[in-house]
Nanobody, 126 residues
Framework: VQLQASGGGLVQAGNSLELSCVPS????????MGWFRQARGKEREFVAA????????WYADSVKGRFTVARDSEKNKVNLQMNNLTAEDTAVYFC????????????????????WGQGTQVTVSS
């Protein structure tokens, strides 16, 4: 399974961006999908995740109320709508996927995602 993330770019603080992640290489589209980010000099951190059917979403506290993760099953992709961006959101954003069911915090632990994309840079200028 390959994951292609897109939609990153340079925006001013307070503006919005939408990232997309498209899985390929498998006819099975029922993946749990997640977004993680890594800022320069920092460890990778969880951002948001969505269950295989879109029924459950998980968010990091730092993005709750500003970011929305959603599946577009018709287009076989997952979007991350990011609003009211701040300089602290500057990072490389990675999408990840996994076929396994999850429970509790395992639903958004990076170690529980098997497939990873290459990342897309988001830069927020203040």
């Amino acid at each position: 399974v390959q994951l292609q993330a897109s939609g990153g770019g340079l925006v001013q603080a307070g503006n919005s961006l939408e990232l997309s992640c498209v899985p390929s290489g498998s006819t099975d589209i029922d993946f749990r999908m997640g977004w993680f980010r890594q800022a320069r000099g920092k460890e990778r951190e969880f951002v948001a995740a969505v269950s295989w059917n879109g029924g459950y979403q998980w968010y990091a506290d730092s993005v709750k109320g500003r970011f929305t993760v959603a599946r577009d099953s018709e287009k076989n992709k997952v979007n991350l709508q990011m609003n009211n961006l701040t300089a602290e959101d500057t990072a490389v954003y990675f999408c990840a996927a996994d076929r396994m069911l999850c429970s509790g915090s395992n639903c958004y632990r990076s170690a529980t995602f098997e497939y990873w994309g290459q990342g897309t840079q988001v830069t927020v200028s203040s």
